[in-house]
Structures are given as structure tokens and as C-alpha cells.
């Protein structure tokens, strides 16, 4: 399985911005569907973006499409979430995961690798 680690989480106020970037290893990175989730203590891990091994297509959730986008950089074994107008409900640990390719970016299941998460804290 391919190793994942996130960085770039912190406490940022409402309105303001966050990158989240996540390096892979182990693995032909771009054999790998990406996606991102994040889970709030005593609620279930919820699915957030996801993009394709080739960058294309990607898919958000209702509740983060046009303030988040996902990308990656299949040279640098890494994928990103760029987090704009973050709001306090957006608070939460955020999680880095990996599929194959060929089970589908807009499936929200199929995971089979996580990082160990990064908090991100959004104050009003």
C-alpha cells in the first residue's frame, strides 16, 4: 500500500485560507485516485474532494465546491487541498487517502490508504 502523510493544518480565522498538501510514497503514485475527507470528533469520516490519478476529473462535496480545490503533482508524489473562505464548520482533522485507479473518482468509498490526518481549526 502507498504511505501517506499530510501537512499544512492549523488555526486560521473565518474568510481566511489554508493549503493542505499530502506526500506519498511506497508506490507509483499515479496509480492512485486521491481523495481527501475530514471527521469531527463523534461523527463519521466525511468525503470532501477527490481527483483522478491524471488530475481529471475531480469531484467535491456540496458543501466545499467553489471555496475548496484539489490537485496534485504526480512528479512530486503529492497531492493539495486549497482551502479558501474557510468557515467554522470546516473544522475538523482532515484526512489524506489513496484507491486504485479504475474504481472511480466519484465514488466516495473504496479507500484502502490514510495518512494519520492534520487538524484544521477555523475561528468565527
Known amino acids: 500500500q502507498v504511505q501517506l502523510v499530510e501537512s499544512g493544518g492549523g488555526l486560521v480565522q473565518a474568510g481566511g485560507s489554508l493549503r493542505l498538501s499530502c506526500a506519498a510514497s511506497?508506490?507509483?503514485?499515479?496509480?492512485?485516485?486521491m481523495g481527501w475527507f475530514r471527521q469531527v470528533p463523534g461523527k463519521d469520516r466525511e468525503f470532501v474532494a477527490a481527483i483522478s490519478w491524471s488530475s481529471a476529473p475531480t469531484y467535491y462535496a456540496d458543501s466545499v465546491k467553489g471555496r475548496f480545490t484539489i490537485s496534485r503533482d504526480n512528479a512530486k508524489n503529492s497531492v493539495y487541498l486549497q482551502m479558501n473562505s474557510l468557515k467554522p464548520e470546516d473544522t475538523a482533522v482532515y484526512y489524506c487517502a489513496a484507491k486504485m485507479r479504475g474504481t472511480g473518482v466519484y465514488k466516495t468509498t473504496g479507500y484502502s490508504s490514510w495518512g494519520q490526518g492534520t487538524q484544521v481549526t477555523v475561528s468565527s
Open positions: 511506497g508506490r507509483p503514485f499515479n496509480n492512485y485516485n
